[in-house]
């Protein structure tokens, strides 16, 4: 069953082409056309990296283990759970007015340190989507979810629309200082965590960091063979580690961190 499922990812678009310019560069290779295959052969090549070994998931590993994992009921009482948007978004279609995504983690990590008392209120931070002139906030829409259906009697705070994670520190950090707080759990992706510290740090707020939503396959119970069918999940996480090391750079030259 493990080898008909390994043969259907080759009928998906990655794997097939992924095949085909494997073939391609087989046959130029055979026919002694070398000049030909370079450039094609090191785009190959990449794509293999990325997409047929652990390489992504050791980068993301790399990131995700700056901070060590912490269990809910181990963590730190403080004065607040500050949880950093990206694992939801609003919907105008949805039921509940709310489409969740596979960083939920942050969310439901973030509820469960709330719901064992580690904190008595739960600040939910957010991007925004605009729809027709108007803007709607993955913040509003995750509290109103919360709050209005699930009916949770606990104390939890939307941030409204924020740019950025910079802005998302920016905004806390004004409520941090006006309530007096000392600290406050901060409840983010792995990968994102080192970033998200480094950023609300320098913005005046004492965290205490809850990393979760690992998504290196060395931090999850899996397979992690060092050759594998193209995977459309590993360029997804090449993404994601671009994304972070990338940022960090930009908030370094910004002074952000």
């Known amino acids: 069953m493990s080898l008909l499922k390994e043969l259907l990812l080759f009928i998906h678009p990655l ?49 995700e283990g700056k901070y060590p994992s912490v269990l809910i009921a181990e963590a730190p009482t403080t004065d607040a759970v500050v949880c950093l948007g990206g694992g939801a978004a609003p919907s105008l279609k949805e039921p509940a007015r709310i489409n969740f995504n596979s960083s939920v983690d942050r969310m439901t990590s973030a509820l469960g340190l709330l719901a064992q008392g580690k904190a008595p209120v739960m600040i939910v931070t957010g991007g925004g989507y605009r729809e027709n002139g108007v803007w709607y906030s993955e913040a509003d829409a995750a509290v109103g979810y919360l709050k209005d259906t699930l009916k949770l009697p606990h104390n939890i705070v939307s941030m409204g629309v924020c740019r950025d994670t910079h802005d998302e520190a920016v905004k806390v950090s004004a409520m941090f200082k006006e309530k007096g707080w000392k600290r406050v759990l901060l409840v983010t992706s792995a990968a994102h965590m080192p970033r998200s510290v480094a950023v ?7 965290v205490d960091p809850v990393p979760c939503d690992y998504i290196s396959s060395f931090n999850n119970i899996g397979d992690t063979r060092w050759l594998h069918s193209p995977k459309l999940g590993s360029l997804q996480g090449i993404a994601s580690w671009l994304h972070e090391i990338i940022g960090l750079g930009v908030y370094w030259m910004r002074g952000w961190i």
Request: include cysteine; proline fraction near 4%.
């Open 15 to 63: 794997g097939f082409f992924w095949l085909v310019i494997g073939l391609w560069l087989c046959r130029r290779l055979w026919k002694r056309e070398h000049r030909k295959v370079w450039l094609p052969g090191i785009a190959w090549l990449g794509l293999t990296l990325f997409s047929c070994t652990p390489l992504t998931a050791w980068l993301l590993f790399g990131l």
């Open 200 to 206: 609300f740090e320098k913005a005046g707020v004492v």
